[in-house]
Structures are given as structure tokens and as C-alpha cells.
């Protein structure tokens, strides 16, 4: 009989430790032999091999940092990312995720707020990312350390850390406490340049153990996570879940590769997938019939998931698709639907432990500018105009900055974010649901809508998309037969080849504003965007990329 594995109620008390403890409880619990990750390579990892190689790894590492600073890493999604978060650890240094599809400026300003002076990457990462020029590009600013040479000068000393550390951890591990930094990852900067977030080992643990008791998860489960480590979500669900759960993870390198993830999922037998809205309809479109059969859910975030799409992967795989809320701050997963709990339309509940409270948004009815409280909720932010100094939440409130509405039986639906919203004429328009509109007419396409100042009615509404064939006309007529008001139309529309989009699959809510008024020949001459439209319309690329590229985070 298949029985949930872990699907038990919240444990507050499996959060106080730090993670490298919870790394070693867990190799105790399900053995040290237990085969626990595959990597892109398809090297299979088991407890005991991650754990002497980042003890190892930690005791090189040790030459180039001090204890308790921020180290950068710049490592792609797979085992190594993994050892390098725990080599870090296990020797009292933070590891900082860097976003590598960021750019200089974004890099940069991450950097100067978390005071990073040391970043961890790989060469052969920079030569098949091809980013060469940003690293000669930051090398004034940073010093960078190749893993590959770090291993190869490991000491006599560094190998027998490595070979003691999982037997005797309490000689050697740094004495670290639930309520000190586990990790620094920066907000996507979708709206404007990125913070730096602070997140707690308790904070951690603590999504790691709410994600554990909401969801239904087997000892068969095998979780694919194809996301990003610099983002909360391939590093949390994606990579410390399953490794602090027992549950075998297969770990890919970008979330890009749509045919071979299709047939990575088919070999490896996953049951559980992470995604996002936009690449889960293109693994299933680039996949073969049966490819994707072996999963049995599909964990969502990041952006709606369109009815398109559901229908799609139900119809040609038979797959359910939970969708989630989360946010950096949040460790990220602050809401999803759960299996026979799934409620369309909806992220579903909150997570156990946390609290929220609404704040009226003037012009929207029945929903409000959504605030959260709870163990897995970040201990402040770093900014680059304040470096390195922490700036605590007021009373442990986050206010994320999203627009809800909860319905009597707890379940949470997004209107949109505040900064998402336009007002014409008075009136307030969700620019979430302009997209939605042109995702109904367009489904193969991606869409993004930006509002712009309007001398008439305060704002207007652009829509960006990659669907040669969007026109005004048939926005119209479709708003019309479903009840959606004229003001949801887009004044203009800007046709481009390629929705930018960030190394997380958001979209990039900056650099569509920038190409929108490039392509409107209406803009108003003060608002002409400062880069080239070629340059705006280039999408982030992740490793072993040469075309286009999630979730649940700000």
C-alpha cells in the first residue's frame, strides 16, 4: 500500500537546528548509502558522498573566506550548487545565490548590498554559459574562486575533514544556531534593482517542514527541479526538501531544455515536477506521447497557471497541476492547492504556522494588499544603499505587495500586485487579467501588459507579445462576449520575437516597459526607454543555452 510518506502534522520543532545538522539527522534517519540525488550528468550522489564532499570542499574553501561573511555562488542548478551551500555551512560562512542571468548591474548591485567580496563558480559554467565578459566584467569588484581548482590543491588536511566531518561532525562543524543567516538570494528584480533577502536556517527548516506536512509526499517520490538555486524555490522545494526528506531529486541544469527534460523526466521515472506556468506547457508540448506519464503532479508557481495549459498536460499526460504562491521573503511557499483540495482559480491555502492580514486597496472590492506572518517568513532585507546592513521586518510583517481575495473556506486567489495595477479614467485594471485576456485568443503565445501615463485618463494599458497575429479588434470582441470591461483592452499593442523574461521565468516587467515604448509610436517623448530595442528584447540565458528562458517568488 503507497501511504504518505510525510504527511504529517506541522512540527515547529524540526525547524530548531541549523541545515547542516538537519543534513546529518537525515543521513541518520534514511542511511548513508541511500542513493539522494542525480545530477545533470546523471552521477548519482548518496548521503554519505554529498556530506564528505562538502566538508572537504568546506575545508579548502576555508583559505579563500572568513568565517561568517557572504560567499557568493555563481554554479548552475545540481550536486555541486548543493556541496558548495553545504561546504559553506559546515565551516560557518553564508552562502549569497547569485542570479546569473542578472546582469552586471544586477550582479553588482547584489553584491554591494550583501557586502559579497568572494564568489564561488566554475569553469566550465562560465565557458558553456559563455560569460566570459561578465566575469571580466566583475572581476574589479569581486575576486573569483573555480572550484575546479579548489579541488584539485585539496590538502591531506581537507580530505581528512572530508572523511571525518560526516562520522564526527561536532569536531568540526561550525556551531550555528537555528536563528542565524542560512542563506542570502536576491528578489528577481521584475520592478527595479534587487534586495538582498535574508533568510534564517529556522526559516528554512521551517518551509521545508510546512511544504512537508500540506502536500502528500511517498518514499517512492521522485522530485525533478529543473529551477534555478538562486531561486527560493529550486533551493528550497527543489533541493533541500528532498534531501532533509529523503526523497530522491534529480537535479537539471536549466529549466530551458524543454526536449531533453521531457525525456529526463521519462528516464528517471520522476513522480513529482517543479515548474512554472511557461515551461511546463513547453515540456509537455516538446515531449513525447508517455514522456512525462511517470508524474504523478506538477508543482507550480512563479505565475498563473492558464487553463491552457492544465488542459493540455491533463489531456496528454494525465497530470495534475498544483499551483502555489510563494515569495522570496517567504522561504518562498506561502500557499498551493493540494491533491483533492484543488481549487481552480486559486494558489490554494496557507501553509501551517503563518498568519496574514489584508489591507484595503482603494478602487478594488472584496480583496486587499496581502501581509504575512510565520516561522518561514525572512529576517530582513539587504540593500545596496545600506550594504550589509539588515533591515528588519516591523513586527515580523511582510507585505508583499500582491492584491488577494480569500474565500470563506481559506483558499487565496491573486488579483494582481499593487504595482500591477492601472488607473484610467478612476478606474482600477488589473493588468494581470489584460494578459489573461490575450493568453485566452493567443494561447502558444506569451503576453505582458504595462501601463504608461496618459494625459487624458491618467494611464493606458500596452500590451508586449510574441503572437504576430494579436489585434486590438478581436481583444475587443472577445472582452465583450465574456464580460470583461473595455478598459482591460490595451491601447496599443507591440509585437516583438520574444517576451524577455528573467533566469527564473518571470517576466521581466523592465525591460517589457522599455520595449513597449520603443515599439508604441504613441509614447510621449520623455518616456523613451535608455537601451536599444534588439537589446531589450534579448531573453537571460542559463547554461548550455542558445534560446529562450521558476517560481513562486518576487
Known sequence: MNVPARHLPFNQKNAEKNVVSALLDARNTYGGKRQIMIDGDERVMTYDDILRAAFALGSAIRKHTKRGENVGVLLP?????????????????????????????GLKAACAAAEISVVLTAHKFVEIGKFEDLIEQMKSTVKFVYLEEVREKLSLVDKLHGAAGPIAPWLIQSRRGPSDVG??????????????VVLSHRNLLAN????????QLYDSDIVFNPLP????????????MPLLLGLKAVQHPSPLQARTIATRVRDTGATILLSTDTFISQYARAGDQGDLNSVRLAVCGAERVRDETRQLVRRKYNIEILEG?????????VAANQIGANKLGTVGRLLSGMDYKLEPVEGIPDAGRLHIRGPNIMMGYLKSDKPGVLQPLPEGWHDTGDVVSVDPEGYIAIRGRVKRFAKIGGEMVSLAVVENCASALWPDHMHAAVSVPDDRKGEQILLVTDAPQANRGELIAWARNHGVPELAVPRHIVHTEAVP???????????????????????????????PLQQAAQTPRTEGQSDAAGPAAE
Open 77 to 105: 542548478t545540481g550536486v555541486g550548487a548543493v556541496i558548495t551551500f553545504f561546504a559553506l555551512h559546515a565551516y560557518g560562512r553564508v552562502p549569497a545565490m547569485l542570479n546569473f542571468t542578472a546582469g552586471e548591474k
Open 183 to 196: 542563506v542570502v538570494l536576491f528578489t528577481s528584480g521584475t520592478e527595479g534593482e534587487p534586495k538582498g
Open 208 to 215: 521545508v517542514e510546512q511544504v512537508r506536512s500540506h502536500i
Open 229 to 240: 538555486t538562486f531561486h527560493c524555490f529550486g533551493l528550497t522545494v527543489g533541493s533541500l
Open 325 to 333: 504562491y510563494g515569495v522570496t521573503e517567504a522561504a518562498p511557499v
Open 501 to 531: 523574461v528573467l533566469g527564473t521565468g518571470k517576466t521581466d516587467y523592465v525591460r517589457v516597459k522599455q520595449l513597449a515604448l520603443e515599439g508604441d509610436t504613441h509614447k510621449a517623448p520623455s518616456l523613451v526607454q535608455e537601451v
